[in-house]
C-alpha cells in the first residue's frame, strides 16, 4: 500500500524536513579535518534535541547512531565512531532523518572535507546530486514511478565518462516512499528495470524520497561485518544525494530543502509547490 498523504500531513513532513535541512547545515559546517563521525553525530543530535524532534535513524533496526557517515568508499550506512577521523580531502555522506509529530524526513548530501579534491570527485557529487534534481523534475501528476527512475539513470548515462571508465549506479539500494514511517512502499530504483515495470501512477500526496548513490566504479557493494557499513566492491569512492518529495496539486514540494526546491526547479522550468508553512 502507498500512502497519500493530506496537505495537513505534508505540512507536518515539512516540519520535519526543516529539521533535517538544519541537520544537514550544522553538520556540513562541523566536517572539517581532525572532526571524528562521532563528533558529526553529536551535532545532529543537538539539532534534534533543539528542534523538540525525534531521531528516526537512532535504534532503527538497532542503528546504533543519529546519522549515517559514510567516507570516501562507503557508500551508505556508515556508523559514526571516535575512530574515524576525516582528512583533507576525503569525502563524507551524511544521511540524516527527524520525526515531528510522528511524521518523518529524510534526507543525505555529499561534502568535500577541506581542499584540494581530484576533479572526479568534484565531478562525481555534481552529476550524483543533479541527477536526483532531474528525478525530482519528472515527479509529475500521472508519470509512472519508473519515469524518475529514467530521469535519474539517463542523467548519469549523459555525462562524461570519468577518469576511471565509468560511474557506477548502485543497485542494491534505492529510494523509498516516506511518511508515518521512515521506508514505505513504493521502492525507487535509481535506474530502469524491466522486471519492476513501470510502478505506481504519480498522484498528489505521494511523497517520495529520492536518493541516487554513484561511484566511480562498478555498482556492486558489499556489506561490511557490522551489518550496516556499505562500501563498493571495488572501493572505489562514491557519493549520495537524496531529498524528500511531497507531491501536491500545485508541483513538487522538497521538504527537505530550505527554499522548498524553489530554485533548481526552476532551472527545469517547473515552479516548486508553495510552502505550506508559509
Same mark, same amino acid.
Given at each position: 500500500?502507498?500512502?497519500?498523504?493530506? =496537505? @495537513?500531513? /505534508?505540512?507536518?513532513? %515539512?516540519?520535519?524536513?526543516?529539521?533535517?535541512? #538544519?541537520?544537514? &547545515? !550544522?553538520?556540513?559546517?562541523?566536517?572539517?579535518?581532525?572532526?571524528?563521525?562521532?563528533?558529526?553525530?553529536?551535532?545532529?543530535?543537538?539539532?534534534?534535541?533543539?528542534?523538540?524532534?525525534?531521531?528516526?535513524?537512532?535504534?532503527?533496526?538497532?542503528?546504533?547512531?543519529?546519522?549515517?557517515?559514510?567516507?570516501?568508499?562507503?557508500?551508505?550506512?556508515?556508523?559514526?565512531?571516535?575512530?574515524?577521523?576525516?582528512?583533507?580531502?576525503?569525502?563524507?555522506?551524511?544521511?540524516?532523518?527527524?520525526?515531528?509529530?510522528?511524521?518523518?524526513?529524510?534526507?543525505?548530501?555529499?561534502?568535500?572535507?577541506?581542499?584540494?579534491?581530484? =576533479? @572526479?570527485? /568534484?565531478?562525481?557529487? %555534481?552529476?550524483?546530486?543533479?541527477?536526483?534534481? #532531474?528525478?525530482? &523534475? !519528472?515527479?509529475?501528476?500521472?508519470?509512472?514511478?519508473?519515469?524518475?527512475?529514467?530521469?535519474?539513470?539517463?542523467?548519469?548515462?549523459?555525462?562524461?565518462?570519468?577518469?576511471?571508465?565509468?560511474?557506477?549506479?548502485?543497485?542494491?539500494?534505492?529510494?523509498?516512499?516516506?511518511?508515518?514511517?521512515?521506508?514505505?512502499?513504493?521502492?525507487?530504483?535509481?535506474?530502469?528495470?524491466?522486471?519492476?515495470?513501470?510502478?505506481?501512477?504519480?498522484?498528489?500526496?505521494?511523497?517520495?524520497?529520492?536518493?541516487?548513490?554513484?561511484?566511480?566504479?562498478?555498482?556492486?557493494?558489499?556489506?561490511?561485518?557490522?551489518?550496516?557499513?556499505?562500501?563498493?566492491?571495488?572501493?572505489?569512492?562514491?557519493?549520495?544525494?537524496?531529498?524528500?518529495? #511531497?507531491?501536491?496539486?500545485?508541483?513538487?514540494?522538497?521538504?527537505?530543502?530550505?527554499?522548498?526546491?524553489?530554485?533548481?526547479?526552476?532551472?527545469?522550468?517547473?515552479?516548486?509547490?508553495?510552502?505550506?508553512?508559509?
Amino acid at each position: 500500500m502507498v500512502q497519500i498523504k493530506t =496537505p @495537513e500531513q /505534508i505540512a507536518k513532513m %515539512r516540519e520535519a524536513g526543516l529539521v533535517v535541512a #538544519a541537520i544537514h &547545515a !550544522a553538520t556540513r559546517e562541523a566536517a572539517v579535518p581532525g572532526a571524528t563521525t562521532k563528533d558529526l553525530d553529536e551535532v545532529a543530535r543537538k539539532v534534534i534535541a533543539d528542534h523538540g524532534a525525534k531521531s528516526n535513524f537512532l535504534g532503527y533496526g538497532g542503528f546504533p547512531a543519529t546519522i549515517c557517515t559514510s567516507v570516501n568508499e562507503v557508500v551508505v550506512h556508515g556508523i559514526p565512531d571516535e575512530k574515524t577521523v576525516l582528512k583533507d580531502g576525503d569525502i563524507i555522506s551524511i544521511d540524516a532523518g527527524a520525526i515531528i509529530d510522528g511524521w518523518h524526513g529524510d534526507a543525505a548530501y555529499t561534502a568535500f572535507v577541506g581542499t584540494g579534491h581530484a =576533479p @572526479e570527485l /568534484i565531478e562525481l557529487s %555534481r552529476v550524483t546530486e543533479e541527477s536526483m534534481w #532531474a528525478g525530482i &523534475a !519528472a515527479m509529475k501528476v500521472n508519470n509512472r514511478l519508473v519515469d524518475v527512475s529514467k530521469a535519474i539513470e539517463t542523467y548519469i548515462r549523459r555525462q562524461p565518462r570519468p577518469a576511471t571508465g565509468k560511474y557506477g549506479i548502485i543497485e542494491d539500494y534505492g529510494g523509498h516512499g516516506i511518511g508515518t514511517e521512515m521506508h514505505m512502499d513504493p521502492h525507487l530504483l535509481n535506474y530502469v528495470s524491466r522486471k519492476r515495470g513501470k510502478g505506481i501512477k504519480l498522484v498528489p500526496g505521494v511523497c517520495l524520497a529520492i536518493e541516487p548513490m554513484v561511484s566511480l566504479g562498478t555498482a556492486q557493494t558489499e556489506v561490511l561485518s557490522d551489518d550496516w557499513t556499505v562500501l563498493t566492491t571495488d572501493k572505489t569512492w562514491s557519493s549520495h544525494w537524496e531529498h524528500s518529495i #511531497a507531491l501536491t496539486e500545485q508541483g513538487p514540494l522538497v521538504l527537505t530543502s530550505p527554499d522548498c526546491g524553489r530554485a533548481k526547479l526552476a532551472e527545469y522550468g517547473i515552479t516548486a509547490a508553495p510552502d505550506p508553512l508559509g
